[in-house]
């Protein structure tokens, strides 16, 4: 009988499909490392991007927080400034309301009237004295008010008293300055 190897045959088929299997296999694993290494380089290519922006962003925050603290500086000496206006303001009107006050004083007085004390506290004038007669209070009252210096003008108490044998108004008198 004649024998025909046929396993040499079996061989070589299951070869070729090993090396065709191989083949495929080495070509799909480049396929994925290619894609692999696309990915990778596109990642790569963001963080660097992303990177360059930080460092812009980090280098405008440096520079904006050098603009912050100069409009701070800036915000307290405008304070400071201004502080040291109204101070200035306010001592201005503090001298001249006293000096304003009294010359009003001395061009409205009747000649029978004297002032025992003159005052202030809060731009509020109070004014005590002596007079003749309830109409010389009253005048000076309204040639006081005439001035326009005054917003209120008020007569807190009157009463008669005795000065050296003469009857007298004893009177107090506020004055609010505007």
Not at 117 to 146: R, T
């Amino acid at each position: 009988m004649i024998k025909i190897n046929l396993l040499s045959i079996r061989r070589e088929k299951k070869k070729a499909q090993l090396i065709k299997h191989l083949e495929l296999s080495g070509i799909l694993f480049l396929v994925v490392l290619l894609a692999i290494g696309y990915v990778w380089y596109q990642t790569n290519e963001q963080l660097n991007v992303l990177s360059a922006e930080v460092k812009e962003a980090q280098m405008e925050k440096v520079r904006l927080e050098k603009i912050i603290k100069q409009v701070q500086r800036l915000e307290k000496k405008r304070e400071f400034v201004l502080q040291r206006l109204g101070i200035i303001a306010q001592l201005k009107r503090e001298q001249a309301g006293p000096v304003r006050f009294l010359d009003q004083l001395s061009l409205n007085v009747p000649g029978k009237m004297w002032f025992t004390s003159v005052s202030e506290k809060d731009f509020v004038y109070s004014v005590k004295g002596l007079a003749f007669s309830n109409q010389d209070i009253a005048d000076f009252m309204k040639s006081m008010e005439k001035t326009g210096a005054f917003d209120k003008i008020d007569l807190v108490c009157i009463q008669q008293s005795t000065v050296e044998k003469e009857k007298v108004m004893d009177f107090t008198i506020t004055l609010a300055a505007k």
